[in-house]
């Protein structure tokens, strides 16, 4: 599963966060900073993937001509016009943390056949677009109470004082729904 992941200078940690979890789940992963000489079409036998931040809005740079099948958002930045149609992963926890769960999911993405499927909360459907990984919570495609888009599932961390425990929390911005599991 030979993989390409582009990404901005400014993402460097993260985009090696992302390899090193790539690599964990069975992708042979080769890091870019994009622009490079090798942005020319990738060969059919390669996933491009896209670490999307906020750092690309600064370049001012349409990411079209990268072929890229698996967006990633690093960020709640929005995917660009040329890229917004395609499923993609949002890395909810933010600071570039990729759970081996999201791996596997960037890897189902880019070779489906080769990948069995994976458990996702929620209900996904051919339309859904977003896959979003909360760490321990597990991967979303949707909130499992109101069905809205795992875009509007928000991380959360508080502290639960009846119990003096920490928690890490997933609520929707639609229903309130939430779940939780000790931080």
Do not use: K, N
Not at 11 to 21: I, K, N, P, Q, S
Not at 125 to 135: K, M, Q
């Amino acid at each position: 599963m030979h993989t390409r992941l582009t990404y901005q200078r400014q993402d460097e940690r993260a985009a090696f966060a992302l390899a090193d979890a790539l690599g964990r789940v069975g992708a042979d992963v080769v890091p870019a900073v994009w622009p490079t000489a090798s942005d020319g079409p990738p060969d059919p036998e390669t996933v491009v993937v896209l670490l999307w931040s906020a750092a690309w809005d600064r370049t001012r740079t349409e990411p079209a001509p990268l072929g890229a099948h698996v967006p990633v958002r690093l960020d709640d930045t929005p995917l660009p016009s040329a890229l917004a149609g395609l499923r993609h992963v949002r890395l909810a926890q933010g600071g570039g943390r990729v759970s081996d769960e999201a791996a596997a999911m960037i890897v189902r993405l880019g070779f489906p056949a080769l990948v069995p499927p994976l458990p996702v909360r929620g209900t996904p459907t051919e339309s859904t677009l977003a896959i979003s990984d909360f760490g321990p919570l597990g991967l979303f495609a949707s909130c499992p109470r109101c069905g809205g888009s795992s875009e509007r599932l928000r991380p959360y961390v508080t502290v639960d004082h009846h119990h003096d425990r920490a928690l890490r929390l997933v609520v929707c911005g639609a229903c309130d729904w939430q779940d939780d599991c000790a931080l």
